[in-house]
């Protein structure tokens, strides 16, 4: 007979299960969604990158045995919803393990106001006043740290702000609210500043997404092509001081965890190939045997 707390454990996995089917289902439809939005407003090298993911297939060849396998082919645009989770599931985990090595980490989360237009200027300028913050004051007590910049859009317009995770004994979060308020071209901006308990809530919030498929499937078609063009080609993500320095240690780290991919026969080396190159290379190969 199972314990309780074994029961307990069986119904959480067996409800993450559920939501991760779910969110499979909605993933799909946010994609589809999008890309027919974006059809003939956005022709170009990326869209077409976005179109194809999760409809072709990818082919891994072992270079020893010649064994293969087919994977769904994935486009990694940072507003994907198929391929979003996958670019923050590695920036959490570099997060959460440099997090352990601080001994006061700080959330903080810095606004500015909403505005009815968005372009890569705006975003461009957000980040500038982001590193000008850093080297006010208000940062002299900050050893490092991290920014994650984040754009919704919602009734009242393109909200830009930023999750920042700061390795810091004490932030003033007034002066932080008039500091950054000016460095916005406001009289004050809002501002958070919290100490941190649960380290996994805030490993949450600064790798979050760029933006959820879930919000921006839901815009029309002008407001997601005015977007895709602003955020085109912009960094959302920063590191610097004592996580910079550490960066390439915890990263280390965190591959040496990592189990290597290796072939049935024990082989590592693989080739991979698209769905049109896999098709050439089966020509080829049953032209040779002949």
């Known amino acids: ?144 740290g991290c920014v994650s910049v984040e754009l919704t859009n919602e009734s009242a317009g393109w909200h830009l702000h930023a999750h920042w995770l700061l390795d810091a004994r004490w932030i003033d979060a007034q002066e932080l609210s008039r500091t950054w308020g000016r460095l916005v071209g406001q009289t004050y901006a809002i501002v958070k500043v919290c100490d941190l308990r649960s380290r996994k809530e805030f490993a949450r919030e600064v790798s979050k997404y760029v933006i959820k498929g879930s919000e921006m499937s839901k815009w029309d078609a002008e407001e997601i092509h005015q977007f895709v063009r602003a955020v085109k080609g912009r960094r959302f993500f920063f590191a610097f001081g004592s996580l910079f320095k550490e960066g390439s240690a915890v990263r280390a780290e965190l591959l040496a965890e990592k189990v290597p991919t290796l072939c049935e026969c024990g082989c590592g080396k693989f080739v991979v190939r698209s769905e049109v190159d896999q098709a050439l290379h089966d020509i080829r190969k049953q032209q040779r045997s002949r």
């Open 1 to 144: 007979m199972k314990s309780p707390e074994q029961v307990a454990a069986i119904q959480s996995r067996r409800r993450s299960e559920r939501e991760q089917l779910q969110l499979l289902n909605n993933v799909d439809g946010w994609h589809e969604t999008i890309k027919s939005k974006l059809f003939g407003l956005y022709d170009c090298a990326q869209f077409r990158n976005f179109e194809r993911c999760g409809h072709e297939k990818i082919f891994r060849t072992c270079t020893s045995c010649g064994d293969w396998k087919s994977f769904t082919y994935h486009c990694m645009v940072k507003w994907c919803p198929r391929c979003n989770w996958r670019i923050t599931r590695t920036r959490h985990k570099l997060i959460e393990r440099w997090s352990q090595r601080i001994a006061q980490p700080k959330h903080v989360v810095t606004t500015q106001r909403n505005t009815r237009t968005l372009n890569g200027r705006m975003i461009r300028e957000h980040q500038v006043a982001l590193a000008k913050l850093r080297r006010t004051n208000v940062f002299d007590q900050v050893a490092g």
